[in-house]
């Protein structure tokens, strides 16, 4: 790809927000890495002769085509693909990015084909996918799509205690423009997502044999099984844990005098450890803010965030409820953040998908374990697919995050295939 449109994008994507220790990359919403990134999309958009619009939530979408003209003229919305830009803390560079740039790489495909788009196409870049910052995944698209209210979400607040009303004000913007947004809705016929694999489904064909896949994927051998199309998306949440404690002297308190905060804490990773076990799902404590946070005070409050997910819903929530009682029964509080129910994708788009990449033949249906924007929209009831590009590690959320070269490729050429199906008709 050296030399490519796409390199160059990839390129220019590289050193934002990149932490030089680590190597992951710190891409926080309504931050100045934000700011850049947004811009960056912008920029790509003009280069292109797209024209950007942005919903009341701030999530960006570069439209090849009048889609207004389309929706009064026919009442349906045009294509729209893309991903998000933001991050984990010491995210990969791949989560996200691939997906938006694989947009703007297959519009300059479809031109170079000379295809001429019946439905207008648009490159999205969804805002606040990961949720880094304010602590809920997809906000951008639970806002736009009325999954999670605007009060709630200009509520939320970072560890600093900045809320995402004046983050949104320091950025600029006026937080009472902020909401749902159903001119946006209406304007999205159909959404499919292009994103790295976050398992090991397609890194590791001998794991990719034992899953539940359709019949279309006998042989995916033949064909390198470097893309997969989207089933499903498991059920997952996220819960906030407020445990008590008492602020006091590392050096004179007695230990029977002590109330630690960051013992409960540390009980509760236990627990949730335990109840993940008992009941086959996964649940992880990825955060935990300590007061006062300092190396000679006893800690007089700790917050935990919890995730869990799983294939079965009722797994997870036995989880959780197991959970939640050891909290209870610590003095502690458990405030559920955000929940998504087992979201598949929506059934005909996803044939229509799977279809137009090499008619179906050797690509396989997955479900994750990952929260995506297509899911919330399919929720919302936005036809909405996925696609997803070989991780031969199946690393994610790291600066180990991979994916080759030539399957990013295979990849774009997928999206193309897509995109030139949808836009037809
Ligand atoms: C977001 O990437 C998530 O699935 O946690
Ligand atoms: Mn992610
Ligand atoms: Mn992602
Ligand atoms: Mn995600």
Redesign the pocket.
């Known amino acids: 790809m050296a030399g490519s449109p796409f390199a160059s994008m990839w390129a220019d994507l590289d050193p934002v927000g990149r932490d030089g220790r680590t190597g992951g990359y710190r891409r926080y919403a309504w931050t100045r890495e934000d700011a850049t990134l947004r811009e960056w999309f912008v920029a790509q958009a003009h280069a292109r002769g797209l024209d950007v619009l942005e919903d009341r939530v701030g999530n960006q979408f570069a439209w090849w085509g009048d889609v207004d003209a389309h929706v009064t003229a026919t009442g349906q919305g045009g294509v729209v693909t893309g991903s998000h830009l933001d991050s ?1 803390p010491d995210g990969g560079a791949f ?1 996200g990015p691939l997906g938006v740039v694989s947009g703007f790489a297959a519009v300059d495909a479809l031109r170079a084909k000379g295809v001429r788009p019946a439905r207008p196409l648009a490159v999205a870049n969804f805002v606040d ?2 949720g880094a910052r304010f602590g809920v ?1 997809c906000a951008g698209s639970r806002v736009l799509s009325g999954a999670m209210t605007a009060e709630r979400a200009l509520g939320l607040t970072d560890v600093d205690g900045v809320s995402m009303a004046d983050a949104l004000r320091a950025s600029g913007r006026d937080p009472g423009e902020y909401g749902a947004d159903e001119d946006m809705l209406r304007r999205i016929g159909a959404f499919v997502e292009l994103h790295v694999e ?1 398992g090991q489904a397609l890194g590791d064909p001998g794991r990719l044999a034992r899953l539940r896949l359709d019949e279309a994927s006998a042989g995916v051998d033949a064909w390198g099984g470097a893309v997969a199309v989207g089933a499903s998306i498991h059920p ?1 949440g996220r819960w906030r844990i407020d445990l008590p404690g008492t602020a006091n002297h590392a050096g004179t308190t007695a230990i029977a005098d002590r109330s630690d905060a960051m013992l409960l804490a540390a009980e509760v990773t236990l627990a949730v450890r335990a109840a993940a076990e008992r009941y086959g799902c996964v649940a992880t404590v990825g955060r935990l803010e300590a007061t006062p946070n300092g190396i000679n005070a006893i800690a007089s409050h700790v917050r935990l965030w919890l ?1 869990a997910r799983g294939a079965d819903t009722s797994a997870v929530r036995a989880t959780v409820t197991e959970v939640s009682s050891r909290v209870a029964d610590l003095g502690g509080q458990v405030a559920e953040q955000s929940w998504t129910d087992d979201t598949p994708f929506t059934a005909d788009l996803t044939s229509r998908v799977h279809a137009a990449v090499r008619g179906g033949q050797d690509v396989p249906l997955l479900s994750t374990g ?3 924007d297509a899911g919330v929209l399919a929720a919302a009831g936005v036809p909405s697919a996925m696609l997803f590009v070989r991780n031969p590690t199946g690393i994610s ?1 790291s600066p180990q995050e991979f994916a080759e070269e030539a399957d990013c490729h295979t990849g774009v050429d997928a999206l193309t295939c897509v995109l030139e199906d949808l836009v037809a008709v």
């Open positions: 984990v989560d996918e990961e995944a976050q997952h995730d990952a929260g995506h959320h």
